[in-house]
């Protein structure tokens, strides 16, 4: 009797543990993640945070955030339910979804999530922001413009705001307007990188020497990227023509590029471009375009152009074979078909 006794009060025990949970709003006993690669002292703590306070659903956010890092997508909406489950008002949580889906490149169901967000609180700047990205990319731009103007009633000086005004001008071709949203999102942030990329972009294409300082600046806000960098080199590369000094500036971008990646062959290759193209440095232009094919055979372009720059020294067989191997990885390479043509033909 005293056995059976014991067991009954284990399994009262158990009954009165998933009453307290559930009536928590849990459903169920918090679920501790593991991770597959061994030890992980960050998910360990965020599983502790959650077994110390399972009825904060702010703890499952926070986890779901490093699952989404390290692409546990299903993971990170389990988690994002159960703090729906505790608290289905939050329009964090919505967005929260919206930008695990968006990761995955399920725009759907990422648009879904950001207005689940708006409808829960139309006050909530974040996914007002989020909605509105979207709506620019479906071209709802009268849509897109008035989420964001709720936005700024909430926020005025949110810079995040501005810089989605910014896109929303630029898709629609007002540059000018466009121009004048990413300054003023600078402005309100000048640790602001995507702003400061995109005017540069947008001033570069009008021929405009600000790009290089924008370019600079952003550069100063991340020095290791190789994004910014490859866009500078190559406004200056392309305005050359300008001025000449632009070709050893440029020169000198692709030089710190190879620093940070020495695997990133475009560089190779645009620096044997200028010194073929407009330095006439063509010992140095096979260096380039030599590095470039080391890192990436299949490079039917550098094939080419190495082989100009042999023909411009009258290395008529060593252009011929390039000429050859470019129209061997591509054999409708026109440019490589009338250099081989020039060859046989003279």
């Known amino acids: 009797m005293k056995q059976m006794q014991k067991v009954t009060i284990a399994l009262i025990g158990i009954v009165i543990t998933t009453m307290i ?5 849990g459903g169920s006993a918090p679920e501790m993640m593991s991770s597959a690669n061994g030890p992980d002292a960050t998910l360990d703590s965020l599983n502790q945070a959650i077994k110390d306070e399972p009825d904060n659903y702010k703890h499952y956010i926070s986890r779901s955030r490093y699952l989404s890092s390290k692409q546990r997508f299903a993971d990170a909406i389990r988690d994002l339910d159960r703090a729906l489950g505790l608290d289905s008002m939050q329009a964090e949580i919505y967005v929260e979804k919206g930008e695990v889906y968006w990761m995955q490149k399920d725009v759907k169901s990422a648009y879904a999530q950001y207005k689940k967000s708006v409808e829960k609180n139309n006050q909530y700047v974040p996914g007002l922001i989020k909605t509105a990205s979207i709506e620019i990319v479906l071209n709802n ?3 897109a413009l ?4 709720a936005a700024l009633k909430v926020e005025v000086t949110n810079p995040e705001v501005y810089y989605f005004k910014g896109r929303l001008f630029k898709t629609k071709g007002d540059t000018a307007t466009a121009i004048s949203s990413y300054q003023t999102a600078v402005e309100l942030n000048p640790q602001f990188y995507d702003a400061y990329v995109e005017l540069a972009l947008l001033v570069a294409n009008q021929k405009n020497d600000l790009a290089d300082e924008y370019y600079k600046t952003a550069i100063g806000v991340r020095p290791r990227s190789v994004e910014v960098w490859y866009n500078r080199a190559m406004f200056l590369q392309e305005n050359g023509y300008r001025k000449a000094e632009y070709y ?10 190879v620093q940070i990646d020495k695997n990133f062959s475009a560089a190779y290759y645009n620096k044997g471009y200028i010194y073929c193209t407009y330095l006439n440095e063509y010992t140095k232009a096979i260096e380039q375009f030599t590095k470039a094919i080391g890192l990436y055979p299949s490079y039917f372009q550098a094939y080419y152009s190495r082989g100009v720059c042999y023909e411009k020294m009258n290395n008529r067989k ?23 043509g020039r060859i046989l033909g003279s």
Do not use: F, N, V
């Open 21 to 25: 949970w559930t009536a928590c709003g």
């Open 141 to 143: 731009y009268d849509q």
């Open 146 to 149: 008035k989420y964001l103007d």
């Open 248 to 257: 050893t500036r440029s020169l000198a971008c692709y030089d710190t590029i």
């Open 318 to 340: 060593l252009a011929l074979a390039d000429y050859e191997q470019a129209l061997k990885i591509k054999p409708d390479y026109d440019d490589a078909a009338i250099g081989k």
